[in-house]
C-alpha cells in the first residue's frame, strides 16, 4: 500500500541542475570573500578615533595695555567693565563672528551668595560684553559635581545668561571628544566638546578655599572641562592643575573676588563661610591673576604648589607686582 | 459632516486621545527642570483603588488622593467610564490590542464575547483589599495607575533616551529595569491573544470600578424590537461584556463603539426605553472570592513574620529623606516610582528584594547611581501617599525648628579600601563634595613613611556620626568605583528609633 503521504519531489531537469550547482557555487565564494575582507586577528573591530587637542585660545601679546587689572566696588556689571576695558576692552579679544566660550564655575547646587560658585552678575556682564564685540555665539558651560540643572539654576546663573543673551551648553554623554593634555599626569581625558568648537574661551572662576589644593580659582576651575573619571585627578592635584593650566590657555581670565569662600569650601553651604570681597580681577596671565587672588584666603603664592610648578613651566609669573597693575575702585 | 465625525466613540475618542498625552506629559514633567507646580502625580491622585487601599492600610485619605472621589461618583452615575476614557494603561492596551489585531484575520466576535476568565480580577480585588485591610499595601503591584507610572518611569522612558539621548541629560539606569520592562511588554503582548486582557482579567482597578457601576444610572441598552442579533456590536466592544445579549454592566467600559456599530440603530447610551433588554449583575462565584480573600489574610502574617525591613533593620535599605518609619512606609508606599522619576542623581531605585518581599519596587537609594542631593527635596512633593512626606528644605536641613538635620543613613569608611588609609595616596573627595557646613568628612594630616624609605605628608579622611546626614555623595564620588571605600548605611537614620548606634548626638 503506497504511503498516505505521497507529495513527491519533482524530477531535476538539466536546467536546474546548472542553476543550482551555480547558486551553491556562488554561496561558498561569497563564504570565501567573507572570510577574506574580515578575517583578523583582533577580537573587536576598532576604529580610529580622532585624539583632540586644546586650541591656544589667546590673542597676541602687546605690552600697551596693563597685565592685570584689579578693579574694587560693588556693581559686578560696572566692575567687569572697567577690568576688561582696563586690559584691553573686550574688542582686542575677541572679533567680530568668533565662538566665545565662557567657562564659570558651577559645580555645585548652591545660592549665589553661598559663593560655591562664580556670581551670576559677573558672568552675565562678560556674555553682554561679547555680544557687544559682536560674536557669533557667546556660549556658557560647566561640568558640576552636583546635577547640572539644578546647579545652572540654582547658582542663578542659568536665568542671568538668558537674560542676558548668552546660551547654556549642558554637555551629555555623547558631547565628550577624546582630547590629548600631553600632560605630566594627565594624558588623554574625554573633554567637553565645546572647547573644540569654540574660538575664545573666557576663564570666570571664583575664589574659594579647597582642602586639598588649599584654593581654587583659575587653574583649578578648568578640571570643569573634562568628563570621565575626575575624581582621580585628586591623586596628585597639584600636577593635574598644571597639566590643565599647560594644556588649556584661556583667551583672558577674569576672578570673581566679589564674594569669598573662606571655609568649607569648596561646596561652602553657609554664610557665615562666605566674606565680601568686592573685587574683580582681569589678566590674561592666569598665575599672576590667581596669584593675586590669594591675598583673599590669607595665602602666599609661595605656599601653593601648582601655582609655583606653573610658573616653573613658564606659564605666567606669580610675581604679579612685576606686572603692569591698573587698579581702581568704583 | 461635523455632526457624522461627532459620534460617542469619537467623542471616548478624543478624551482618551487627551488623558494619554496628559499621561505622558505629567510625568515627562516630573523632574527638576520642568515640575514648577503641576500636580504630576495627579493620575495615581483620581485612582479610587488606590485611595481605598491606603485608606485601609493607614485610615486617612491623604491630601491629593481626596480626587478619587469624583472617579467613584462619576462611575456611580456613568458606568465603568475610568477604563476606556482616562486610564493610561487601558488606553494603551486598547491602541496596541486593535494593532495587533488589525491586520489578521481574527474573529473579533469570538474575541469581544464575555469568558468567565474575567472574574479573575474580582479575586485579585478580594486578594489585595483583604491584605490592605490588615495593614500591607500591596495593590500598586497589580493597581494599573501605580503600575503603569511605575513602568514608564523605570523601562520605557529610559529606553525612549537610549535612542539619542532628547529626553534626560544623563541616561537613567534603573534597578531591575529589565525585568520591568518585560513586564509591562508582556501586558501589551497579551493584547494580540484576547484584546484588553489586563484590563478584563486582571485590573484590580476594574474590578472595583466594575463593582461600583454594578447599577449605574445611565448605561449603554439594547432595543430588543430593533435588534436582528446580528453581533456586529461585538466587533469593537472594549470591555467584553456582551451587549448582543444580557448587558453585563458591571464589564462595560461605555467605549461606545458597539452604538456606532449597530446597523439597526438598536444601541443606545442613557436611561432604559421600552424594550430594553435586561441587563446581568456582576458575575462572580462568592466561593472563590472568600477564598482567595482568605488568601490574602494567610499570607499576610507570613509576610510580616520574616527577615524584612520591617522587622530587622538593613544596611543598604536606604529610603528617600522625608520616608515614613519603616512600618507605616509599607503602609503606604505604592510602588509607582513617582519619587524615582523626579530624583535630579538617579539615586532613588525600585528596590529588588531588599526591604523584603513585601517591600518589592519601593523606593532606596543606591548611591553608586546617585546620591540624595542637598538642596533637593522634590521626592516628597511628589509621593501620592505620604510615605515620603513633603519637606521644606529648613526641616531637611536642619536651619529651622528642630536644630537638627534630616538623616537617611551614615557613612562608613572602609579603611582596607580607602586609597589614603590602605595605600597611602592621596584623595580626600569625600571632604571635597561633602556638603554639610561644618563638613561631616575631616581630615587629620598624618607623615608616613613609604616603601623605599621616603616621608609623605597625607591626609587621611574620618566621619563625624554627629554630621553626617547619610546623603551618600561621598559613596558616589569616591574614585574606587566598583564598590567604594565610604558606603552609607541606614543606621542612625532620623526615620527609626530602633536604627541607632549613637548614645548622644
Given at each position: 500500500m503506497p504511503s498516505k503521504n505521497d507529495k513527491r519531489e519533482p524530477v531535476l531537469s538539466r536546467r536546474d541542475f546548472l542553476l543550482r550547482t551555480a547558486a551553491t557555487c556562488g554561496a561558498v565564494a561569497a563564504a570565501g570573500v567573507w572570510g577574506y575582507v574580515f578575517y583578523s586577528k583582533e577580537p573587536v573591530r576598532r576604529s580610529d578615533t580622532k585624539i583632540y587637542t586644546f586650541r591656544d585660545y589667546r590673542i597676541a601679546d602687546t605690552k600697551v595695555y596693563p597685565q592685570l587689572a584689579v578693579v574694587h566696588g560693588r556693581d559686578a556689571e560696572r566692575m567687569v567693565r572697567a577690568a576688561v576695558d582696563k586690559i584691553g576692552g573686550i574688542t582686542r579679544f575677541i572679533n567680530p563672528g568668533e565662538k566665545v566660550l565662557i567657562k564659570p564655575n558651577v559645580a555645585w547646587d548652591r545660592q549665589p551668595e553661598q559663593a560655591a560658585n562664580t556670581n551670576p552678575a559677573v558672568v552675565a556682564a562678560v556674555v553682554r560684553l561679547c555680544l557687544e564685540a559682536r560674536a557669533s555665539e557667546v556660549w556658557v558651560t560647566d561640568i558640576p559635581v552636583n546635577d547640572p540643572y539644578r546647579c545652572f539654576a540654582r547658582s542663578g546663573i542659568e536665568e542671568a545668561v538668558k537674560r542676558s543673551g548668552g546660551k547654556i551648553r549642558l554637555t551629555q554623554e555623547s558631547d565628550f571628544l577624546p582630547t590629548d593634555l600631553k600632560g605630566e599626569s594627565l594624558k588623554v581625558w574625554p573633554v567637553s566638546g565645546f572647547y573644540h568648537q569654540a574660538d575664545r574661551l573666557i576663564n570666570l572662576p571664583i575664589v574659594k578655599h579647597h582642602s586639598l589644593s588649599k584654593c581654587t580659582m583659575g587653574m583649578k576651575n578648568l578640571y570643569g572641562s573634562l568628563g570621565g573619571q575626575r575624581n582621580r585627578l585628586h591623586q596628585d592635584i597639584n600636577t593635574s592643575i598644571a597639566d590643565l593650566a599647560t594644556a588649556i590657555r584661556p583667551t583672558f581670565t577674569l576672578l570673581d573676588a566679589t564674594r569669598i569662600l573662606r571655609r568649607n569650601g569648596p561646596t561652602g553651604g553657609n554664610l557665615a563661610d562666605v566674606s565680601a570681597g568686592d573685587t574683580v580681577i582681569a589678566g590674561v596671565d592666569l598665575v599672576a591673576v590667581e596669584s593675586y587672588g590669594l591675598r583673599f584666603l590669607d595665602l602666599k603664592p609661595e605656599d601653593i604648589v601648582f601655582i609655583q610648578m606653573a610658573e616653573k613651566r613658564g606659564l605666567?609669573?606669580?610675581?604679579?607686582?612685576?606686572l603692569n597693575v591698573a587698579e581702581m575702585t568704583l | 459632516m461635523i455632526s457624522r465625525l461627532l459620534t460617542l466613540r469619537n467623542i471616548r475618542r478624543l478624551y482618551a486621545a487627551f488623558f494619554l498625552v496628559l499621561f505622558l506629559l505629567l510625568l515627562g514633567v516630573?523632574?527638576?527642570?520642568?515640575?514648577?507646580?503641576?500636580?504630576?502625580p495627579l493620575f495615581l491622585e483620581l485612582d479610587p483603588l488606590t485611595a481605598i487601599a491606603a485608606f485601609l492600610t493607614s485610615g486617612t485619605l491623604y491630601k491629593g488622593l481626596a480626587l478619587s472621589i469624583f472617579i467613584m461618583a462619576g462611575t456611580l452615575f456613568f458606568g465603568r467610564f475610568f477604563c476606556s476614557w482616562i486610564c493610561p494603561l487601558g488606553i494603551v492596551n486598547q491602541i496596541s490590542g486593535s494593532l495587533f489585531n488589525k491586520f489578521r484575520a481574527v474573529d473579533t466576535i469570538a474575541l469581544n464575547t464575555y469568558r468567565t476568565l474575567y472574574r479573575l480580577k474580582y479575586y485579585l480585588l478580594a486578594f489585595f483589599i483583604a491584605m490592605a485591610a490588615f495593614?500591607?499595601?500591596?495593590i500598586g503591584l497589580l493597581d494599573p495607575i501605580p503600575f503603569v507610572t511605575r513602568s514608564f518611569t523605570v523601562s520605557v522612558f529610559p529606553a525612549f533616551n537610549l535612542?539619542?539621548?532628547?529626553?534626560?541629560l544623563r541616561q537613567p539606569l534603573f534597578n531591575g529595569g529589565t525585568f520591568l520592562g518585560l513586564i509591562f511588554l508582556s501586558v501589551i503582548f497579551a493584547n494580540r491573544f484576547l484584546p484588553r486582557f489586563w484590563c478584563r482579567a486582571v485590573c484590580p482597578l476594574g474590578a472595583l470600578l466594575g463593582l461600583l457601576s454594578f447599577r449605574p444610572l445611565l448605561r449603554i441598552w439594547r432595543d430588543v424590537e430593533r435588534c436582528t442579533d446580528c453581533k456586529k456590536c461585538l466587533g469593537h466592544c472594549h470591555g467584553g461584556c456582551d451587549p448582543h445579549a444580557a448587558l453585563r454592566t458591571t464589564e462595560c467600559h461605555v467605549c461606545m463603539n458597539c452604538i456606532d456599530d449597530c446597523p439597526e440603530d438598536a444601541i443606545h447610551y442613557g436611561l432604559p426605553r421600552t424594550a430594553s433588554a435586561a441587563h446581568l449583575p456582576v458575575d462572580v462565584s462568592r466561593r472563590r472570592l472568600i477564598e482567595t480573600a482568605l488568601a490574602g489574610a494567610v499570607l499576610y502574617p507570613m509576610l510580616r513574620s520574616t527577615i524584612a525591613s520591617g522587622t530587622t533593620p538593613r544596611p543598604d535599605l536606604i529610603r528617600p529623606p522625608g520616608s515614613l518609619p519603616e512600618m507605616d512606609f509599607l503602609r503606604r508606599c505604592l510602588k509607582c516610582g513617582q519619587c524615582m522619576k523626579v530624583c535630579p542623581t538617579n539615586a532613588i531605585q525600585p528596590a529588588l528584594l531588599e526591604a523584603g518581599f513585601e517591600g518589592l519596587w519601593t523606593p532606596l537609594l543606591i548611591n553608586s547611581i546617585g546620591y540624595c542631593e542637598y538642596n533637593c527635596v522634590l521626592c516628597g512633593r511628589v509621593c501620592p501617599t505620604g510615605a515620603i512626606t513633603p519637606l521644606t528644605l529648613e526641616k531637611k536641613l536642619g536651619k529651622g525648628e528642630p536644630k537638627k538635620p534630616l538623616k537617611i543613613g551614615t557613612a562608613f569608611y572602609d579603611r582596607g579600601r580607602c586609597l589614603p588609609w590602605a595605600?597611602?595616596?592621596?584623595?580626600?573627595v569625600c571632604e571635597e563634595v561633602c556638603p554639610t557646613s561644618p563638613k561631616a568628612i575631616w581630615f587629620e594630616s598624618v607623615e608616613v613613611q613609604l616603601r623605599d624609605g621616603k616621608t609623605k605628608l597625607l591626609k587621611r579622611p574620618y566621619l563625624d556620626p554627629n554630621l553626617c546626614i547619610g546623603c551618600g555623595i561621598c559613596e558616589n564620588k569616591c574614585p574606587v568605583r566598583d564598590r567604594a571605600a565610604v558606603r552609607i548605611s541606614s543606621i542612625g537614620e532620623s526615620r527609626s528609633a530602633a536604627n541607632q548606634m549613637i548614645l548622644k548626638s
Open positions: 605666567g609669573t606669580s610675581d604679579w607686582k612685576s | 516630573t523632574g527638576f527642570r520642568r515640575m514648577k507646580g503641576y500636580e504630576t495593614g500591607s499595601l500591596q535612542q539619542g539621548g532628547w529626553l534626560y595605600m597611602n595616596i592621596d584623595c580626600i
